[in-house]
């Protein structure tokens, strides 16, 4: 099996994967490992016309201080994250089987995992948007900044926080798929959302890739950030087609 050395690799430390702080840990440094290469593009914008050339909103107008939300991203992980990994901890400990899972199916349950977690941001991102007391309550923290950069993925409130982590935690226990699935959905997913918050649409972006339209990516994120009322599914685009909230123009 291709993805046995991995696993027994994995299982090797299987007291970490095992620990309430591992949650925590793989989480944060996932994310910044996902937003650190657009942070070094953000560095050299400033002086490297190339590098501009890709941004989506050239002017600096309403973009995000990192270290703002660095603060903010750190603050929900220590407060709300983690308190409730060592409640999951303790009412549910994890059990990792020996063998790991066939590569086919491993990869077809991510794409099932994404496709159910867009549909489930898809329609919280919806609610929070057309009912204006969910929006000024909860989410209107997320767009503080009308331009979009790496660290603002995560720039949001305890309660968008954790209603997203919940969706992203419970598909795939929903759909009991391998340990080793759920860790590859979970970066996959941070690497996404991240992409999507980016600010640039460079020319191997995930939605260049995809053929058809049908992936929104980063330029589909950012026009949601610039007009709001628009673009409201993370990642694919065939639920704001059917909504009538797709909008491709700046």
């Avoid at 996902?34 to 560095?43: E, F, I």
Wanted: charged letters at 10%; a positive charge.
């Amino acid at each position: 099996m291709l993805l046995q050395p991995v696993w027994s690799f994995l299982l090797g430390h299987a007291s970490l994967l095992r620990s309430p702080f591992f949650p925590v840990l793989f989480s944060l440094s996932v994310y910044l490992s996902c937003c650190l290469p657009y942070l070094l593009l953000d560095a050299l914008a400033s002086r490297c016309a190339l590098v501009r050339r890709y941004k989506l909103q050239p002017a600096s107008v309403g973009s995000a201080s990192p270290g703002l939300c660095l603060v903010l991203t750190l603050y929900n992980h220590l407060l709300f994250i983690f308190p409730l990994s060592v409640l999951h901890w303790y009412l549910r400990p994890l059990h990792l089987p020996e063998q790991a899972p066939p590569l086919p199916r491993l990869l077809a349950q991510v794409f099932v995992c994404l496709l159910l977690f867009d549909f489930q941001s898809f329609t919280w991102h919806l609610l929070h948007h057309r009912v204006p007391w969910l929006y000024r309550t909860f989410h209107k923290v997320h767009h503080n900044f009308s331009s979009t950069s790496a660290l603002t993925a995560e720039y949001s409130g305890a309660w968008e926080t954790l209603s997203l982590g919940f969706f992203a935690s419970s598909t795939p226990m929903l759909l009991g798929v391998h340990p080793l699935t759920q860790l590859l959905f979970f970066v996959v997913n941070i690497w996404l959302s991240v992409e999507d918050h980016c600010g640039y649409d460079l020319p191997w972006a995930t939605h260049r890739l995809v053929p058809l339209g049908l992936f929104g990516g980063a330029r589909h994120h950012d026009l949601h950030h610039l007009k709001s009322r628009c673009n409201y599914a993370p990642y694919f685009t065939h639920w704001d087609r059917l909504a009538g909230t797709l909008v491709t123009q700046y």
